[in-house]
């Protein structure tokens, strides 16, 4: 055996160990596993021929003629078979079975066909190789033609990956590049230098290249569960976007998974969890199972599975009516169930997130059965993703703005303070409704960054514009829930107001009532705090909430605001009339101040002043407007 078989048994040694290492580690029968491992075998077989090659041209005369024509033969079949499997090798990890409606099939079947004429014209006129009559091998007039068909699916496959390979990532999709690039290499080396078997050499550097960079087990499942985890869940959304085809997902959301891990701790809810990834990976064997984290399962099912999606999903919904066991309890898991159809207008992972998330945000009282994500579900979270966005530009440019809307003094006749709103404009949105983005903003945290933006502007317009001069008393801020349960509220707000130095009489803070009920012991405190360096607040939009009693008796509150809601109403309805006037006899009774909210018209004006309110606010008076325009008003 000469020197140059070195290298086909260090590359035969490589792939076996790769081989070795697949079947050991690499369990999940995915297709994607199925056909690495078909890849490797061709590789295997192709090497060990090459290598019975080398070693019956070295030494002809120890084996028969025809046993001498069928190893080359073997050798050639095996060697042209492997680029055609690297082809479908990437139709599979590239998820595009589709496009072999187009020009991939024609291509394939096209170097299939000229392969097999080649070998089978080889058998009766040595086309491909022949042997002398001193058996040494020489090469055959059509040899080069496989080399061609070589090369034509080592150019597919590269230009294939670049079209369709966008969905994988970066470091992968090098290694599929290299895969066709390095035994191009190594057969233009042999084909010159035909002593020096490299290729061989080359096919097996490709495939530890390639073998190094697939996703390992524990890369692609849950180690709790053993579903397939969100990153590959993201990974596979990507792919069928990146390919413009059609999926199907059945979400199963555990209701209140927060409250849920609570109450049967770690240990139970992980065997709970897998109980579900069991159950939804046995009933669907044809289709990849993920858990994505905070209780939340996902099935994706190809477009030709259609017609069941709606059947597994009412499957799953009958199967979580019953109870779930382990050893000697037995519980009820209640779960919200959605389907909804991955294409158009989804462009990236990011919005099946959202979109997913839609079933948490509904309430799950009024979720029966199975809740197909609507175009409005997905229309409303790409709004909440857009204004998410949006605040935060505004932030980090400090683009938010804060207008002032009068509050007018019954008794003097004149405005006397002024509540700080703020207003968000975006380039591509336009101007945002707070009632749209502060909800949203409480949601996301952001909201506490937003209260100190819009306190420190309150604070410099009060310094800078000397509003005091003015007639203005004080200004009020409104606090909202997130911000009223921070231990640290009261120190951060006197800390800024000792920075602007200005009075702390001259700010107000407003609280609402759902801010109060969220968490009463820290809001106390720091409302106390407060009050003890000077500062008011007012109870805001009262009779909306609970509009409980103990709030006035127990807070420090001097003003109650009583909603638009209220009056409007009052002015259409006599029962609501009597409510808002013995609302305004109690509140006064109790020693603090009434502000009326959304005064439109004169006659408004005429029956709260009648009714003895303090202060009022609306448009009447002026919208919100930007400091300049306040400022030029009074």
């Not at 390639?210 to 499942?221: D, V």
């Not at 579900?276 to 009933?283: A, G, K, N, R, W």
């Not at 990849?288 to 597994?312: L, S």
């Not at 007639?471 to 909202?480: D, F, P, R």
Request: glycine share 4%.
């Amino acid at each position: 055996m000469g020197s140059n078989a070195f290298f086909d048994i260090a590359a035969l040694i490589n792939v076996l160990l790769i081989l070795f290492t697949l079947y050991l580690r690499y369990q999940n029968p995915s297709a994607e596993n199925v056909m690495l491992r078909a890849l490797v075998w061709v590789s295997v077989i192709s090497i060990g021929l090459d290598l019975l090659v080398v070693f019956a041209e070295t030494n002809p005369y120890l084996f028969y003629l025809p046993i001498l024509y069928m190893i080359e033969w073997f050798y050639f079949l095996f060697r042209n078979a492997l680029m055609i499997l690297y082809i479908v090798y990437l139709i599979t990890i590239t998820d595009t079975t589709y496009v072999l409606k187009d020009g991939t099939i024609y291509t394939l079947g096209a170097v299939i066909i000229t392969d097999v004429l080649v070998f089978l014209l080889s058998i009766f006129n040595k086309c491909i190789f022949y042997f002398d009559e001193r058996r040494i091998y020489h090469r055959g007039s059509a040899l080069w033609i496989l080399y061609v068909t070589t090369l034509i699916c080592c150019v597919f496959s590269i230009l294939y990956i670049k079209k369709y390979g966008k969905g994988i990532d970066k470091s992968r999709r090098i290694s599929l590049y290299l895969f066709p690039i390095i035994p191009i290499i190594t057969s233009v080396i042999q084909l010159f230098f035909p002593q020096l078997v490299v290729e061989a050499y080359g096919v097996s550097i490709s495939l530890m290249w390639l073998f190094f960079h697939i996703a390992k087990p524990e890369q692609l499942l849950e180690s709790k569960t053993g579903a397939l985890n969100k990153s590959t869940f993201a990974s596979d959304v990507s792919k069928v976007l990146f390919a413009g085809r059609k999926a199907y997902i059945i979400g199963v959301a555990i209701c209140d998974f927060e409250l849920f891990r609570r109450s049967y701790g770690f240990k139970l809810t992980q065997v709970y969890l897998r109980q579900i990834t069991v159950y939804l990976q046995h009933l669907s064997r044809r289709h990849r199972v993920y858990y994505i984290g905070k209780g939340h399962f996902c099935i994706m099912m190809e477009q030709k599975y259609i017609e069941a999606t709606e059947a597994e999903a009412s499957i799953i919904n009958q199967r979580f009516m019953e109870k779930w066991t382990w050893e000697d309890l037995s519980i009820n898991i209640e779960t919200a169930i959605t389907s909804m159809e991955v294409k158009n207008p989804i462009s990236n992972v990011d919005q099946v997130f959202d979109y997913m998330d839609c079933l948490s945000e509904k309430d799950n009282s009024q979720i029966k059965g199975v809740y197909p994500i609507t175009a409005l579900d997905i229309t409303n979270q790409q709004r909440t993703a857009d204004i998410e966005r949006a605040i935060d530009i505004a932030l980090s440019q400090g683009t938010l703005q804060v207008y002032y809307q009068p509050i007018y003094d019954t008794q003097e006749k004149s405005i006397v303070a002024a509540e700080a709103l703020v207003r968000m404009f975006d380039e591509k949105l336009g101007m945002v409704s707070p009632e749209e983005f502060i909800p949203i903003a409480e949601q996301s945290g952001k909201i506490i960054k937003i209260g100190n933006f819009v306190f420190r502007e309150v604070c410099k317009f009060i310094l800078q514009e000397q509003i005091y001069k003015r007639g203005i008393q004080y200004i009020e801020v409104n606090l909202s829930v997130v911000e009223c349960m921070q231990a640290e509220m009261a120190s951060q707000l006197l800390q800024v107001i000792e920075e602007y130095h200005i009075d702390s009489n001259q700010v107000n803070f407003e609280i609402t009532e759902t801010a109060a009920a969220s968490n009463i012991e820290m809001l106390s405190i720091n409302m106390h705090k407060l009050f003890n360096h000077g500062i008011r607040f007012s109870l805001d939009d009262y009779g909306t909430g609970y509009s409980n009693i103990s709030y006035m008796l127990d807070l420090p509150f001097q003003i109650v605001k009583i909603d638009k809601s209220i009056l409007w109403s009052s002015f259409n309805n006599p029962k609501a009339m009597i409510a808002m006037h013995s609302s305004i006899r109690m509140i006064q009774d109790m020693g603090m101040k009434i502000v009326v909210e959304g005064v439109e018209t004169k006659e408004m004006v005429d029956k709260l002043e009648e009714l003895g309110c303090d202060y009022l606010q609306g448009y009447y008076f002026a919208k919100p407007l930007p400091p300049n325009q306040f400022v030029a008003m009074l």
